[in-house]
């Protein structure tokens, strides 16, 4: 058998753009719909822990295959017949055996993410989801429902009950909370508020919030007083053409609105504490989105910039998977904004960004 000849960080890139050809679906933290890292794998690559694609259609093409090994802690990755790289497999973690006194398992109320990250959506719907012409064409926060994986609606009671438990059971560390858009002028926010109330009450770990801008600059310092200690609003898209196309819905909430609640946010939570995600390979432009990225980080908020990954079931699954290449152009021009503006994934508090487990921008902080 030819050794591993893969650098850790490079092979990450390549299989979080690729994904993996993988056997056994049934090893491992993984994740099929929902929102968050669906169609994921959790695998860890050295000292990283990483979400990697391996239940969609276009990881079957994936020019890469693990081989699990029979007790199920490690996989071998292959390329062409030539192992390039071994990967460890996170086990189940202790507090899914658990259910609440009604009987709801605890997975379905808050799961994994990576190896030490809870997450949860808290309303498990969008006033944009049902209708073509609003609908983020990305998304998947119905399916896991659809599926009977998750609850509709989690209560703040439930969640400080699930996240106590995986504190105590498995050393999670921080906790996101992210949620459809409600029917509401404040986007979530007060839900988010209520459930990071109950969960702060109980159990000392912080948390990130992510929704779309609230309607009042106020929703910021009521999340703060609330618990949570970052936040997330999440651009996807940096381009007026990409916006209108893939997520129509999210898109009537102008540019200029999401900067003016950046700027607010940052006043509140800190420099780095604001993040957003960008998805790379929706269509947006290499210069448009490391400037966004520059712009951003000028202001005190984190890029945090991943490859696309095409879910199943989504108008989007048959989507070209994004290009190495250009996530490896990206990713050291991300990584010079950061360093300009003092900017570090290790300084935020809780969230998607300070996890990292999506994307290899880390690497180049």
């Not at 699930?162 to 105590?168: H, I, N, S």
């Amino acid at each position: 058998m030819n050794a591993p000849s893969r650098q850790p960080d490079d092979l990450l890139s390549e299989l979080q753009c690729h994904g993996v050809r993988w056997q056994d679906q049934s090893t491992g933290l993984s994740r099929r719909g929902g929102a968050g890292p669906s169609d994921h794998k959790a695998l860890t690559l050295g000292a990283h822990t990483a979400m990697v694609p391996v239940l969609n259609q276009a990881s079957l093409d994936s020019p890469y295959e693990a081989r699990p090994s029979s007790d199920g802690d490690l996989a071998l990755i292959f390329r062409e017949g030539r192992q390039v790289g071994q990967v460890e497999i996170p086990g189940v973690p202790k507090f899914y055996a658990r259910s609440t006194a009604d009987g709801i398992p605890y997975w379905k109320i808050a799961t994994l993410h990576s190896r030490d990250v809870l997450a949860t959506t808290l309303l498990q719907h969008c006033i944009r989801m049902n209708d073509a012409a609003t609908s983020c064409q990305f998304c998947a926060i119905g399916q896991s429902l659809a599926a009977g994986k998750t609850i509709a609606r989690k209560r703040p009671e439930q969640l400080a009950e699930v996240a106590t438990a995986a504190v105590e059971l498995d050393g999670v560390k921080h906790m996101v909370m992210t949620t459809g858009t409600p029917q509401t002028r404040d986007r979530g926010a007060a839900i988010l508020c209520e459930a990071a109330a109950a969960v702060t009450a109980a159990v000392d770990l912080p948390i990130q919030a992510q929704c779309e801008p609230p309607d009042e600059d106020s929703w910021f310092q009521r999340l703060k007083d609330s618990g949570v200690v970052s936040l997330g609003m999440h651009l996807e898209a940096v381009t007026e053409p990409v916006r209108r196309k893939i997520m129509p819905g999210k898109a009537e909430v102008p540019m200029s609105r999401y900067f003016e609640a950046f700027e607010a946010a940052v006043e509140v939570f800190g420099r780095g504490q604001v993040s957003t995600y960008i998805l790379a390979g929706l269509g947006d432009p290499e210069d448009a989105i490391a400037e966004m990225s520059e712009r951003l980080a000028t202001i005190g908020v984190y890029p945090f910039v991943v490859p696309f990954v095409p879910i199943d079931g989504t108008p989007l699954a048959h989507h070209p998977k994004p290009d190495n290449a250009l996530m490896q152009r990206l990713y050291p021009r991300i990584g010079a904004s950061l360093r300009r503006h003092g900017l570090h994934s290790d300084d935020i508090r809780a969230g998607c960004a300070k996890c990292g487990a999506c994307s290899a921008l880390k690497h180049h902080e």
